[in-house]
Nanobody, 119 residues
Framework: VQLVESGGGLVQPGGSLRLSCAGS????????MSWYRQAPGKERELVAV????????NYADSVKGRFTISRDNAKNTMYLQMNSLKSEDTAVYYC?????????????WGQGTQVTVSS
């Protein structure tokens, strides 16, 4: 199983970035996919989540109206479109795949991609 994030980088406040998370080694469409982030000195926090079919999404209050999560199951890829970026969005962004089968939870994480919002 592998999750690989890409698309991070340095952007000015008010700018945009699109993160991607490519999955392999598992049935991508059967997993709930999420984006998390962790800023220096802070705990990892949930940013956005999308269900397997892509029909249901949820967002942290801090990113509502600015970020959009989506997925393309044909490409085994999830995205996070980030607009109107703020300095407080600076963090390492991680993707997560999880699924519950009976009493067993399966969860996989990517290695993370750095997003820095600074002028």
């Amino acid at each position: 199983v592998q999750l690989v994030e890409s698309g991070g980088g340095l952007v000015q406040p008010g700018g945009s970035l699109r993160l991607s998370c490519a999955g392999s080694g598992f049935t991508f469409s059967s997993y709930v996919m999420s984006w998390y982030r962790q800023a220096p000195g802070k705990e990892r926090e949930l940013v956005a989540v999308i269900n397997g079919a892509g029909a249901g999404t949820n967002y942290a209050d801090s990113v509502k109206g600015r970020f959009t999560i989506s997925r393309d199951n044909a490409k085994n890829t999830m995205y996070l479109q980030m607009n109107s970026l703020k300095s407080e969005d600076t963090a390492v962004y991680y993707c997560k795949a999880n699924r519950r089968l009976g009493a067993t939870d399966y969860a996989y994480w990517g290695q993370g991609t750095q997003v820095t919002v600074s002028s």
